[in-house]
């Protein structure tokens, strides 16, 4: 994959034996959108979306640290147009992670 943007895991997770300590991601394609068809819960089918683009499984990203959840959200974002301007907007009302103000 050539990566359009890599986000460098603060917090590395480990999913099925595989550790994550970078993501690197690719640019949307239209297929993606496809990625959270029939997901009733906003959140979730965003989080697909990451997966999909980082081409990671979804439990990668469901074990990220908030922190790094947001590195990545802003990263992602340009590489989704309108669609990740949505998302940013969305993540930016997360509460802070322990030992933030």
């Known amino acids: 994959m ?3 943007a890599t986000v460098k895991l603060i917090h ?3 999913v099925d034996g595989i550790k994550y300590e970078t993501l690197g991601l690719r640019r949307m394609k239209a297929r993606d959108a496809l990625v959270g068809e029939g997901e009733t819960n906003e959140t979730m089918a965003g989080f ?4 999909a683009l980082a081409d990671v499984p979804v439990e990668v990203i469901l074990d990220l640290d908030m922190e790094d959840l947001t ?19 969305k993540m930016s ?3 802070p992670s ?3 103000t």
């Open 2 to 4: 050539n990566a359009a």
């Open 12 to 14: 590395p997770v480990t």
């Open 48 to 51: 697909k979306m990451f997966a």
């Open 71 to 89: 590195e990545l959200a802003a990263k992602v974002a340009p590489l989704m147009g309108k669609r990740g301007a949505a998302l940013m907007k």
């Open 93 to 95: 009302k997360a509460p």
């Open 98 to 100: 322990p030992g933030e």
